[in-house]
């Protein structure tokens, strides 16, 4: 089975991972787009927390007896801005009419219900900066280990033009921590101009996985095991959204011995 996961071209939705579709236990993700005027209901699992991210547009938002108006404010992944979310608890129906054009993420994991439904707000996301030089990407924290939420970890990254990102190349596969933790992830890419391509491979030690990939506008990577380093091209800008989950809330990694050499100096 491939770790690539292409989009539609057309429809709402765009694309889909389960835990089956995946052969894991913990990351789900789904990305569709929502017309103007339109309303849906999307509905969590009695066994699974969401994090609802609105990429792009406007949208109001109810859950149960709690309602949003007016969440959402980017016209595109790629504006310098932090995006709205909205966490869920297992069960949850999430109720969404769209205000304008829109594009939503969500994103599950297994919990129990520890947690209300609330709205995460851009204001408190933190923004920081990863690399140097051609490795310089810019990142949001949507959802990190230091918020509430029973499995789910949501961040969201740019990478400019001919840059790396994820790298040097990093895994989290082994229950090691504070050294490295198990987490699966998902990689939701946006390119701009939408028609270039990144490029992502997924590896392991012993090479029993060694995939690598030409990622279009809208695909899914996934990342069961092993290190998962992206290259955008001269020209195009890269955008992904990822989604991780695993036994243990936290984000511990291991560089690539082999390529540390680059960060060691």
């Known amino acids: ?3 690539l996961v292409k989009a539609a071209a057309e429809g709402e939705a765009i694309v889909t991972v389960t835990p089956q579709s995946a052969n894991w236990k913990h990351v789900g993700f789904a990305a569709r787009r929502l017309p103007a005027g339109e309303r849906r209901t999307l509905a969590l699992p009695a066994d699974r927390e969401g994090c609802l991210v609105v990429l792009t547009g406007t949208v109001d938002v109810r859950i149960g007896e709690r309602s949003w108006s007016a969440v959402g404010d980017r016209t595109s992944v790629f504006d310098e801005r932090s995006p709205h979310a909205i966490y869920a608890p297992p069960g949850s129906l999430f109720e969404i009419t769209a205000s304008t054009d829109a594009e939503l993420a969500l994103a599950s994991a297994p919990a129990t ?16 900066v990863r690399g140097t030089g051609a490795n310089t990407r810019y990142v949001c924290d949507i959802l990190p280990e230091t918020e509430p939420a029973e499995s789910l970890l949501v961040v969201e990254v740019l990478t400019p033009a001919g840059h790396s990102s994820s790298y ?22 946006r390119i701009d101009p939408p028609q270039g391509f990144a490029f992502q491979r997924v590896y392991t030690d012993e090479r029993d996985i060694d995939e690598s990939m030409a990622v279009g506008d809208h695909d899914v990577v996934m990342v069961p095991r092993g290190y998962h380093p992206v290259v955008m091209p001269h020209g195009y ?3 992904y959204l990822n989604v991780m989950a695993g036994p243990r809330r936290a984000w511990h990694f291991r560089n690539d011995p082999a390529h540390e050499w680059m960060i060691a100096r």
């Open 113 to 128: 219900g520890r947690f209300e439904a609330r709205l995460i707000d851009p204001a408190g996301m933190k923004r920081s």
């Open 237 to 239: 800008r890269g955008y």
């Open 1 to 3: 089975m491939s770790l």
């Open 168 to 189: 040097p190349p990093h895994k989290h596969d082994t229950d090691a921590v504070p050294d490295e933790s198990v987490l699966e992830e998902t990689y939701y890419h």
